[in-house]
């Protein structure tokens, strides 16, 4: 079981920049993979980025060049620093967790409940 709680999300003006918050608790050493994802309400759940570990991230190509996701060598926290938002990045983001255990082995996916980003002027 892993518990994911973001925090971090605020209106910012176009062009302004801001860090996401993801505190992850629970079995941690059976997470393989944790992600950012977004949500616009009326949308499909967006994929942002991915980190695998320190040297194996991905990027949407909507994100790539301006975010940046990271996280703590015990994955108890995960980041997400914002720069050059704008306003269709307006989304909740939410963070989630991907874990490995057993034999056979079984995947299990956790979620957090999300953090709204508003860009606006």
């Known amino acids: 079981q892993v518990d994911l709680v973001e925090s971090g999300g ?3 003006r176009p062009g302004g920049s801001l860090t996401l918050t ?3 608790s629970g079995s941690l050493r059976q997470i393989v993979k944790m992600d950012w994802y977004r949500l616009v309400p009326g949308n499909e759940r967006e994929w942002v980025a991915t980190i695998r570990s320190a040297h ?3 990027y949407s190509d909507a994100a790539r060049g301006r975010f940046t ?3 703590t060598d015990a ?3 995960m980041y997400l620093q914002m720069n050059n938002l704008r306003p ?3 989304a909740a983001y939410f963070c989630h967790a991907e874990t490995i255990r057993g034999t056979p082995e079984r995947r ?3 979620w957090g409940q999300g953090t709204q980003v ?3 002027s």
């Open 10 to 12: 605020a209106e910012v």
């Open 22 to 24: 993801c505190a992850a």
């Open 56 to 58: 194996n991230l991905q």
């Open 69 to 71: 996701i990271s996280r």
């Open 75 to 77: 994955k108890d926290f």
């Open 88 to 90: 269709e990045d307006t």
């Open 108 to 110: 299990s996916h956790y």
């Open 118 to 120: 508003t860009v606006s």
